[in-house]
């Protein structure tokens, strides 16, 4: 007779523990034995099942003749046991003496309940609440048996708890599983990975991380991974982080880190924020790779760029000049000499002839000057970089039929012929492009010194381009880039479609 | 009387083709000859011409940087630029320095004299060849 006051007292301390213990064997071991007393059973076994869904694992036993507890340590869903059958036809399955049933006639099973002195046993599936099935719950008997239903009421909640339990095994093991293929992923990954917490605060680093800086794990943790980043690019960067981190937006940043040797690498490190699975922010996981060679390719390319376009530069102007001081010079003098000899020309088809002559001198002098100012412009070496910035406006204006307002504030005197070359050719660009391709009908230039530097910006209300496919395609804008980083200045494009471009070139000066 | 006149220019035979249209003249004296624009200015300030000639490609110093030198040291001083660059931005900032005249060097043949006569008598000349552009552009 079970004592149903000390049964509940049982099922209520593993309730206890079942919430409280994360060891799983001794909890087992307790159900068995809350089990045996509830069902006054000789005997008793847990089950889980196999991730093949046809088999199920032996957990834990009492009672059972140790090479029993062996062949049943995993049991088929077609086996001749009262396990086999429940799991096969996921329903409760007793026998009250294996003696007299017949689906154990000759088998194994049959022995082995011999062998373990079992007469009477039940088998009830343990399903999570969803009714998946995950395992089984066994009694058994050293005689003949048949559990009432009352028996059964008190053991059903033990099987519930018991399926509570092997589910929150499962989930465990599975986070388990993953976690250990994303160690072994993150660590065997060509790039170090990152992970911070709601404070910005580091809180891991992959094995790729520590072989790089050489560093200790704990090194990394909370402000200190950036200790290794040089200090020219360790504001930067760490501004760049905590505005993406601040707003939740993804980012990406090139700055450089201190490896195990003490030199300096170019890393590029891309984060995104993460979330709980209940949305919850949990702070930012990212990686960053070793990008030192293309960052050195891309300068050494930058490099050549600059100079292929300041030598282009100066073979322009010196074309330039050869064209204005050489060969305008002559011609102009040759226009005065032919008007003289047309004044003195004794027959009027002479004297209309050699007109004829000095028009198309003074023709081809115009031509001359236009290629040589298209090729050099004169007006940025006699007026300056402000008065050669507003005729320029004027002239896109007039010829492109577009209005052009130039605005000028704080303009030195005099800038370094580079800089100004560099902002005039830039302004060129963006009015041709602003011109040609925004439909717009204003444009605002604004040319204004601030002290240590100067900036221009050109600005259209008109169609935008998408930045990426005209970075990808055209000279440009990458040589208006390069043109800026030859004076160590910066461009900077905003455009969206159909909302309009503008550009900011910002120079310093020293 | 005749008027004494500066000549600057880098290019030689274009002094030398502007010296013998003078000489042709009573009126007109070369009084000194540069190429450079930074002896334009040592030259101004010793000769003290009536008039300068005054082109504005120069080796040191570019014409209109020259004027407004000389300007400076004499407000009084008349000069006239001589120049094959018809851009109307450049016209009008060698303008501003404060030169009386602009003569384009094509039209020079037929304009230089009137021009220079112009300009000693106190008015200003511009070449009938500098026209300044139509456009939308505003200026602040």
Partial sequence: MTDHGAAARMLQAISTRLISETTCDSLYLQILDAASTLMSADAASVQM?????????????????????????????????????????????????????????????????????????????????????????????????????????????????????????????????????????????????????????CTYVNQAWLDFTGRPLEAAFGSGWADGIHPEDGKRSWDTYAKAFDSREPFQMDYRVRRHDGAYRWMRDTGVPRYHSDGAFAGYIGSAMDVTERKLAEEALSTINQRLIEAQEEERAHLARELHDDINQRLALLTTRLSAL????????????????????????????????????????????????????????????????????????????????????????????????????????????????????????????????????????????????AVDGRLTIETKPQRGTLIRARVPLS | MSHRVLLVDDYEPWRRFVASTLSASAHWQVAGETADGLDAIQKAKALRPDLILLDIGLPSLNGIVVARRIFEHDPGIRILFLSENSSWDIVEAALRTGAQGYVLKSDAERELLPAMESIVEGRQFVSSSVKPPSSKVASA
């Fill in chain 1, 49 to 201: 099942l196999d991730t093949d869904q046809e088999s199920l694992l032996l957990l834990n036993w009492r009672n059972f003749h140790p090479s029993s507890a062996a062949y049943w340590q995993r049991v088929a869903a077609g086996a001749g046991s009262t396990c086999g059958r429940a799991l096969r036809e996921n329903n409760r399955v007793v026998v009250s003496d294996i003696e007299s049933c017949e689906f154990m006639a000759g088998t194994q099973d049959q022995q082995e309940y011999r062998r373990s002195g079992i007469r009477a046993v039940q088998s009830t599936p343990l399903c999570s609440r969803s009714g998946k099935p995950l395992g089984m719950l066994s009694t058994h008997w050293t005689n003949p048996h048949m559990p009432t239903e009352e028996d059964f009421r008190l053991f059903d909640v033990l099987a519930r708890q018991t399926a509570d339990l092997i589910e929150r095994t499962l989930a465990a093991e599975a986070i388990r599983e993953s976690e250990e293929r994303l160690r072994l992923i993150t660590n065997t990954a060509p790039v170090t990975i990152w992970m911070t917490g709601i404070d910005k605060g």
């Fill in chain 1, 342 to 485: 047309a004044r003195a020309a004794s027959t009027t088809e002479g004297k209309r002839t050699l007109e004829e002559a000095h028009e198309e001198v003074v023709s081809l002098t115009k031509d001359i000057q236009g290629l040589s100012h298209r090729l050099h412009p004169p007006r940025l070496e006699y007026l300056g970089i402000a008065d050669a910035a507003a005729a320029l406006c004027r002239e896109i204006s007039s010829q492109q039929g577009v209005e052009v307002c130039f605005q000028r504030e704080s303009v030195p005197e005099e800038l370094p012929k580079r800089i100004s070359v560099c902002l005039y050719r830039v302004l060129q660009e963006s009015l041709q492009n602003a011109a040609k391709h925004s439909s717009a009908e204003q444009i605002e230039v604004f040319l204004r010194g601030g002290g240590d530097h100067i900036e221009l910006t050109i600005r259209d209300f008109g169609a935008g381009f998408d930045l990426e496919a005209a970075t990808a395609c055209g000279l440009g804008l990458t040589s208006m880039k390069e043109r800026l980083r």
